[in-house]
């Protein structure tokens, strides 16, 4: 096997917004990250359930509809394609503070809510909304394990209808700067090659060596120069969608060479195609006791797509 390395010739780099100060968090009460589909059935009523569910372009699929069809009693439905940043050319991109706490606020969410959030794939998008509460310091945030598979496999019950609900006051947060990563910033992660950051990458095997295109029509594939490969495919069930335990974690991410063990204290910086399954491996090494997570916004998309950055492919 071979590897090339694509060297960019441009020389323009994007900054991160100057504005961001680190999040104050809602750490008055502690709840769990990861909740069973027989705790949350023993909860309702209490925290506030949302549907996360976002698909691939590819798949032609309407969460918006498909929620309406079926949902969790009582749950509200958080769309990453509308909750963004509506002034990027990259997909589903951080919103403003401003703009967040206005669109949750309108699906009747508090600041001091506990908030539980769920997906119809089980573990694949719900991770991205518990990262986006988590960044603007709304800590009492739980992933339901299996999402709505695991949920409807257990015999409970779902609603249909569009979950309206009367809005409230979400009071505008500060978004942590440290669980999150710009353009500029991976630029020079990738330069430098004395850095101790550790770049670990969602995509699947074929995508990340090069060997496969990208689903985003005229993107590279390949990776940034170092980065290991997590496919979040491995990181639970694929029957049950449900996240395995710890020690399955850490022999995945073993396997892969991310000995997880000497990672407690240092940075890791998580990628994938849109930011989206990135979480998922930001919410596995949570759970895993690392302290030092951050995902990169805008990911491989945004990476490639502005092609100022190496890409390396394993032929």
Same mark, same amino acid.
């Given at each position: 096997?071979?590897? %090339? ?6 020389? #323009? ?6 504005? /961001? ?17 027989? =705790? ?19 798949? +032609? ?6 929620? &309406?069809? =079926?949902? $969790? ?23 403003? @503070? ?29 991770? #991205? ?14 992933? $339901? ?6 949920? +409807? ?21 500060? /978004?942590?700067?440290?669980?999150? #990563? ?13 850095? +101790? ?9 074929? #995508? ?5 295109? =990208?689903? %985003? ?9 170092? @980065? +290991? ?12 969608? =449900? ?6 974690? @850490? ?12 990672? &407690? ?18 919410? @596995?090494?949570? %759970? $895993? ?16 797509? /502005? ?9």
């Amino acid at each position: 096997m071979t590897t %090339r390395i694509l060297a960019s010739t441009s020389t #323009r780099i994007l900054s991160r917004p100057s504005s /961001l100060l680190r999040a104050q968090s809602t750490r008055a009460m502690t709840v769990p990250t990861l909740l069973s589909v027989t =705790e949350l059935k023993k909860q309702l009523g209490g925290p506030i359930v949302l549907d996360g569910s976002w698909h691939m372009p590819a798949e +032609k699929r309407d969460p918006i509809q498909e929620f &309406k069809n =079926e949902h $969790l009693p009582g749950a509200r439905y958080f769309d990453i394609e509308s909750i963004k940043d509506k002034t990027s050319s990259f997909p589903h991109m951080m919103p403003t @503070a401003t703009q967040f706490a206005q669109q949750v606020g309108e699906l009747g969410i508090t600041n001091n809510d506990h908030i539980v959030v769920y997906d119809t794939a089980g573990f694949f998008s719900a991770p #991205r909304v518990y990262w986006m509460f988590k960044a603007f310091g709304h800590d009492k945030v739980s992933v $339901l394990n299996g999402g709505l598979k695991a949920w +409807k496999a257990a015999g409970y019950s779902v609603e249909s209808g569009d979950g309206k609900v009367q809005a409230k006051e979400y009071k505008v947060p500060k /978004l942590d700067i440290d669980v999150i #990563r710009y353009h500029d910033q991976i630029l020079q992660l990738v330069r430098d090659e004395n850095s +101790k950051t550790t770049i670990i990458d969602a995509r699947g095997a074929d #995508r990340f060596t090069g060997q496969a295109p =990208e689903p %985003r029509a005229g993107l590279s594939s390949g990776h940034m120069p170092g @980065a +290991k490969n997590v496919s979040f495919k491995q990181l639970f069930d694929s029957k049950t969608g =449900e996240l395995y335990d710890n020690a399955q974690l @850490a022999s995945v991410f073993e396997k892969a060479g991310v000995d997880v063990s000497k990672l &407690k204290n240092e940075p890791v910086v998580l990628s994938c195609g849109s930011g989206v399954t990135a979480s998922v491996l930001y919410f @596995a090494l949570e %759970r $895993l006791g690392l302290k030092k997570l951050a995902v990169y916004d805008g990911s491989w998309t945004e990476y490639a797509s /502005l092609n100022q950055g190496p890409i390396v492919k394993d032929l």
